[in-house]
């Protein structure tokens, strides 16, 4: 029986990594401070926010759940998480399911290569074409 993932459901949900260090110290007030100053958003959008310490074995995952916050805190017994990279002037990266899926699995995130695929854009709207089957 596979446990239940709080990821599942996440479908497009923007999932945001804070791309400095974070003390792991910081609770409800000071992540959503963080998330206010640093990401202009807010909290209550819908969207992930994602925090990782200084040695890239802690990482925090806030998120507002219809009637409050909810963090979620994950410590790694051996290894550690891999950052991804990101623009030096950026305060942090934009991820999708996928991404984050595999950051927390472990996996070399510069070794994965994304294949291409449709991504719908609805500025743009564009009648869909029959595939050759």
Request: aromatic content about 8%; proline content about 6%.
């Amino acid at each position: 029986m596979q446990p239940l993932s709080l990821l599942a459901p996440l479908g497009q949900t923007k999932i945001y990594l804070y791309a400095k260090h974070v003390d792991m110290r910081k609770s409800f007030d000071g992540l959503h401070a963080l998330i206010q100053s640093e990401f202009k958003r807010d909290v209550r959008s819908g969207d992930l926010f994602l925090f990782l310490n200084r040695r890239l074995d802690r990482m925090k995952l806030m998120h507002w759940d219809r009637d409050g916050l909810l963090i979620v805190y994950k410590r790694l017994e051996q290894g550690t998480f891999q950052r991804p990279l990101c623009p030096a002037d950026a305060d942090h990266v934009v991820m999708d399911a996928t991404d984050l899926t595999l950051l927390l699995s472990g996996i070399e995130l510069t070794s994965v290569k994304r294949r291409r695929r449709y991504s719908f854009d609805p500025a743009l709207p564009a009648p869909l074409e029959p595939s050759g089957s």
